[in-house]
């Protein structure tokens, strides 16, 4: 099992910023991946960003040149560094870790609670 706490989000006028942190812990071998998710009321959960191998990054196109996901890798922590935060970017954001566990068994998803990024105009 992976626990994932995640902290930092709160209001913030547009133009600002704000930095998510996720951090894991619990039983597992690794996690290959980790990553931010957002969903706004009445829409689905989308990938914001993610980052693989400790390197590896991928961005939504929304975000791109503003976000930056980041990864201390000894502490299975996850930062989103969030820049000229526009309205649109409210959401609740949720930290997702692909964990691998010993013993074969197929990798698993695991999800945060979720924390409240408002973005006022």
């Known amino acids: 099992q992976v626990q994932l706490v995640e902290s930092g989000g709160g209001l913030v006028q547009a133009g600002g910023s704000l930095r998510l942190s996720c951090a894991a812990s619990?039983?597992?071998?690794?996690?290959?991946?980790m990553g931010w998710y957002r969903q706004a009321p009445g829409n689905r959960r989308d990938l914001v960003a993610s980052?693989?191998?400790?390197?590896?990054?991928n961005y939504a196109d929304s975000v791109k040149g503003r976000f930056t996901i980041s990864r201390d890798n000894a502490k299975n922590i996850v930062s989103l560094q969030m820049n000229t935060l526009k309205p649109e970017d409210t959401a609740v954001y949720y930290c997702?870790?692909?964990?691998?566990?010993?013993?074969?068994?197929?990798?698993?998803?695991?999800w945060g609670q979720g924390t409240q990024v408002t973005v006022s105009s």
């Open positions: 997702k870790a692909e964990a691998v566990h010993s013993g074969g068994y197929p990798r698993i998803d695991y």
């Open positions: 619990g039983s597992f071998a690794s996690i290959p991946e």
């Open positions: 980052i693989r191998s400790g390197t590896n990054t």
